[in-house]
């Protein structure tokens, strides 16, 4: 019993070494990180995403003067604009590249959207339409959708419990 | 014959009698574009997909080695071969169009040397005549199995590595005229418990440091002996850390020149997507083949030691959050008549 006792013991110690040899380099790893240049990412993102949504928003009074759109109903083709422009950009492999400059700028617009639903259908038509595209389209989109979708409902919930409480 | 712990050394001192190396278009613009024997425009390279590409790459450099070696693929009697794709496919689906008696290896971006020592191995304990050693990588098939679809605007992180696009191959045998291996040091896996995919060479620089260490208290030298040290791809970041870590360990480095092939092979100032340094199994095989061992051939310098490393993780393991082990392979080569 004791020589299991001794051997367990051991073990530990070395466990505990090996941790703190981990942690040790961790540290030393951390330090040689070249930092994230978080200013001036967010500042590209501010610029990129804004540009985004301006030229969004020309597109919507360009189809109200001249196309004869009232606001509301001019939402959807402006959309629809946005995601063919993004998906041409991502078929002739531009999008990528502005996206490493632009960071959370190039991806929280529709435009972003687009891009992760297209690059992947494109990065997997070599196994297919049906397992290739079809299976794939949605890799790194279908997240957005179902949280989008989880956070919907707990939304409506949230607001169909306020309403009952006897709010607005 | 096995000296020290993990090290073995070639008593006959196997000839690297032709190597040949193929790369894609961002290598061919690098500073050792005079160094390959073939560079492609197209990193489809006519073919429909990323992986049949890659397998291209490695045939050619497979095919190519064996005819610069004046030889035939039914001369050669084995070979070992592997890459980053699951289930190494690439170097598998190529042996299938060579039909040399094949050995597939794993040992992820530190192939290169691990299929250089074994071959080494069976030629001087007489198990071959002739071997081949032989790896490939490609930078959209890396992407897309290991990270995003390489057309997915994410941005990436300072730390990150960008992986090669190429193949190397080399012919080994005994006699004839060539860089020799005079010896290589198998290595263990060493986890310091970096987690983070974008940054290998922090997770790999203790496992190249270990190996290194190793090789030489096996073989009872110092740094001095070696006119040049190269690891693999740690890139700037594991390179910063290595240097650090063998101060720590007591390795006088300094005696020696050393430097990483994942430095050496693109222009940082010209090329800017590569952030770190280069990556994958062929960033320290084309390097070595097509610019070590030239420099070897024309007698300086005189020994050089290759520390190849590999990250083993998997896309799976690092989703389930699991840390990232790491290894490192060594070769010693000498210029002939050393």
């Known amino acids: 019993m004791a020589k299991v006792d001794r051997q367990t013991a051991q073990k530990q110690h070395k466990q505990q070494?090996?941790?703190?040899?981990?942690?040790?380099?961790?540290?030393?790893?951390?330090?040689?990180?070249?930092?994230?240049?978080l200013g001036t990412n967010m500042l590209k993102a501010f610029v990129a995403g804004g540009a985004i949504c301006v030229f969004g928003q020309a597109i919507t009074e360009a189809m109200v003067h001249w196309f004869d759109f009232d606001r509301k109903a001019a939402g959807n083709p402006t959309v629809a604009i946005l995601i063919m422009?993004?998906?041409?950009?991502?078929?002739f492999g531009v999008y990528d590249k502005f996206a490493q400059w632009a960071g959370a700028g190039s991806a929280v617009p529709v435009t972003g959207f687009a891009n992760a639903m297209s690059s992947a259908a494109?990065?997997?038509?070599?196994?297919?339409?049906v397992l290739g595209v079809g299976g794939n389209m949605f890799k790194l989109a279908g997240a957005?959708?179902?949280?989008?979708?989880?956070?919907?409902?707990?939304?409506?919930?949230?607001?169909?419990?306020?309403?009952s409480l006897g709010g607005s | 014959m096995r000296r020290g712990k993990q090290t073995w050394e070639f008593n006959q001192k196997p000839t690297i009698i032709a190597t040949a190396t193929v790369v894609g278009p961002d290598e061919g613009k690098g500073p050792l574009t005079d160094c390959f024997d073939e560079i492609n425009d197209d990193p489809m390279l006519q073919q429909p997909s990323w992986e049949k590409a890659e397998r291209l790459l490695f045939e050619r450099a497979c095919e190519l080695a064996i005819s610069k070696a004046g030889k035939q693929t039914e001369d050669i009697d084995f070979m070992a071969g592997g890459d980053l794709m699951n289930q190494i496919i690439s170097s598998s689906f190529a042996a299938r169009n060579l039909a040399i008696p094949y050995v597939g290896v794993f040992g992820a971006c530190?192939?290169?040397?691990?299929?250089?020592?074994?071959?080494?191995?069976?030629?001087?304990?007489?198990?071959?005549?002739?071997?081949?050693?032989?790896?490939?990588?490609?930078?959209?098939?890396?992407?897309?199995?290991?990270?995003?679809p390489t057309e997915y605007g994410s941005q990436k992180p300072p730390t990150a590595q960008y992986t090669v696009t190429g193949a190397g191959a080399a012919v080994v045998a005994l006699g004839g005229s060539g860089p020799r291996i005079s010896s290589a040091t198998i290595g263990k896996v060493v986890d310091m418990g970096i987690k983070d995919p974008f940054n290998m060479g922090a997770a790999m620089a203790p496992a190249a440091v270990d190996t290194i260490k190793m090789h030489l208290s096996d073989l009872n030298r110092t740094p001095k002996d070696y006119d040049l040290i190269v690891t693999g791809d740690l890139a700037s970041v594991g390179k910063t850390i290595a240097l650090e870590l063998m101060q720590q360990q007591n390795i006088p480095i300094e005696q020696t020149v050393y430097d990483d092939c994942g430095m050496m092979i693109y222009d940082f100032a010209k090329q800017k997507d590569i952030m770190a340094g280069g990556s994958g199994c062929a960033c320290s095989a084309v390097v070595t083949y097509g610019h070590l061992l030239t420099m070897l051939t024309t007698g300086k310098p005189k020994r050089i030691l290759v520390v190849a490393t590999g990250a083993l993780l998997s896309p799976l393991s690092y989703q389930q959050g699991e840390t990232i082990p790491c290894i490192a392979h060594a070769v010693c080569m000498e210029s002939e008549g050393y």
């Not at chain 1, 494109?122 to 339409?129: C, F, K, N, V």
């Open chain 1, 122 to 129: 494109i990065e997997h038509r070599a196994e297919g339409l």
């Open chain 1, 144 to 163: 957005v959708i179902v949280y989008g979708t989880v956070a919907a409902f707990v939304v409506g919930l949230v607001h169909l419990i306020l309403k």
């Open chain 1, 85 to 91: 422009i993004s998906v041409l950009l991502t078929s």
């Open chain 1, 17 to 37: 070494q090996q941790q703190k040899e981990q942690a040790n380099y961790q540290a030393l790893a951390k330090q040689n990180e070249p930092p994230r240049p």
């Open chain 2, 110 to 148: 530190s192939t290169s040397m691990l299929s250089l020592a074994i071959a080494s191995q069976w030629v001087d304990a007489g198990a071959a005549r002739t071997a081949l050693a032989a790896t490939s990588s490609h930078n959209s098939t890396a992407e897309k199995q290991f990270r995003y």
